[in-house]
């Protein structure tokens, strides 16, 4: 595709600093204002590429579209012509700032004009919070609200990088060990739970709790606890290292073994073959699980778990979601942070049904690369990840080329948890 570029004088309305390139969030025309939705995915290419990027709003003349010449600097915003730049088609607007770093700036405005085409976006439903997770932020508003800043929390509230840096900035303490929050003080536990013997320690401590726990993760801690009191092994199958699993490990820590494939199955050794129960981390996927408890099953065939599925009602609704909409979709985008294992699960689920997919914590984080071929992008989120994200997903593929947005619902939620209490722990 040979896309336009306009080109002028261009005078930005900030500091630019020691920037070499100038990537403009709003381009003031003569004829009127583009905002640039999907200019943070140009600014943060670019900085891959080792240049020094500002952003900002600037003031561009009105000369005729052309095109770049190879050794242009410039500000950059890739969108969808409209009556300000008055080209039919996309377009790129660039202005000048500095010299050098032709070869980059020319290899990542191509990158984002094959990227720049008109796209379907399909949202997935249920997506983004789940009830254990708004209890849980609820927690933290509810101290700084009662008892002001600092309020400590142990360990991240929930798993992602929006919620933290929210409630950071509004003076939340995120600690990673309870000998970091002041003797007698009010500590959070996590959505994820804790082992006993952090309980202990806070105990120790004279620590003030309010228990955030999932009432979902305090269902299995229950479970755990249950099956192993009546002399069963505990197969729990998880991420050894995430913090749910240690949580519920500790609860019947000698009697516990933790599994996180089908592949782990074959080397477990139990005391009794015939006493043997399993419980699952909440938020995996659900079709490897089943092939995890498949794979028990043949290994011990008298195994025993829960009532009801551990997988928590949220993973599985997202999950289901996700399903749905993959054989309609090019590319599936999930809102979420890295060390979100609901999130990563839905990206799994994408690659093993064959639909490319990725984790995007920031807008930033998309590559014009993904975007090419992709005419149809379903956006969902994690349980996690904050709704806002997922708009703005929508919002930056709207700056490349116009968008019809769809809806898919499957499943409608309306669980909500009470509050924890504040207490010393007895
Ligand atoms: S994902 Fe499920 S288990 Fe985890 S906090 Fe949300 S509702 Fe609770």
Aim: net charge positive.
């Amino acid at each position: 595709m040979t896309v336009p570029i306009r080109t002028g004088k261009v005078v930005p309305l900030f500091p630019v600093g020691g920037a070499e390139v100038l990537v403009p969030r709003e381009i003031r025309w003569p004829g009127g204002t583009e905002p640039c939705p999907a200019a943070p995915l140009l600014a943060a290419g670019l900085r891959r590429r080792g240049l020094r990027v500002a952003d900002g709003i600037v003031l561009a003349g009105s000369g005729p579209p052309r095109h770049l010449p190879p050794h242009e600097r410039a500000a950059l915003a890739p969108g969808w012509a409209g009556a300000p730049l008055g080209v039919p088609g996309p377009a790129l607007a660039v202005g000048h700032l500095c010299k050098g770093h032709g070869e980059a700036m020319r290899a990542e405005l191509s990158a984002a004009a094959r990227a720049l085409r008109p796209r379907r976006v399909l949202l997935t439903a249920p997506r983004s919070f789940c009830a254990g997770v708004e209890r849980a932020i609820r927690a933290v508003e509810r101290a700084l609200a009662e008892h002001g800043p600092p309020v400590h929390v142990r360990k991240q509230i929930v798993h992602n990088t929006h919620v933290i840096e929210d409630l950071a900035g509004r003076g939340a303490v995120f600690v990673d060990e309870l000998d970091d929050v002041p003797e007698g003080g009010l500590v959070i536990f996590s959505a994820h739970g804790v082992p006993p013997s952090v309980r202990a320690r806070a105990r120790e401590r004279s620590l003030r709790v309010v228990d955030a726990t999932c009432p979902l993760v305090s269902k299995v801690h229950a479970e755990a606890r249950r099956f192993a009191g009546r002399g069963d092994t505990v197969v729990l199958i998880g991420r050894r290292d995430h913090e749910e699993v240690i949580g519920t490990a500790g609860e019947a820590a000698a009697a516990t073994v933790i599994v996180e494939d089908a592949g782990d199955v074959a080397s477990l050794r139990v005391p009794d073959p015939r006493r043997v129960s399993y419980l699952t981390q909440t938020t995996l996927a659900v079709d490897e699980t089943a092939d995890v408890i498949d794979a028990l099953r043949k290994r011990f065939p008298a195994l025993r778990g829960p009532r009801s599925d551990d997988i928590c009602y949220a993973a599985t609704n997202r999950q289901a979601a996700v399903r749905a909409v993959l054989p309609d979709a090019d590319l599936l985008l999930v809102a979420g942070s890295p060390n979100s294992a609901n999130s990563r699960h839905l990206v799994e689920l994408a690659h093993r049904l064959g639909t490319p997919a990725h984790l995007v914590d920031r807008c930033e984080d998309i590559r014009f690369s993904w975007l090419r071929d992709a005419a149809t992008v379903a956006l969902t989120a994690g349980a996690s990840a904050p709704p806002g994200l997922v708009e703005r997903l929508a919002g930056v593929l709207g700056g490349l080329g116009p968008v019809t947005v769809t809806e898919r619902v499957t499943a409608v939620e309306t669980l909500r948890f009470g509050d924890p209490a504040t207490a010393g722990l007895s």
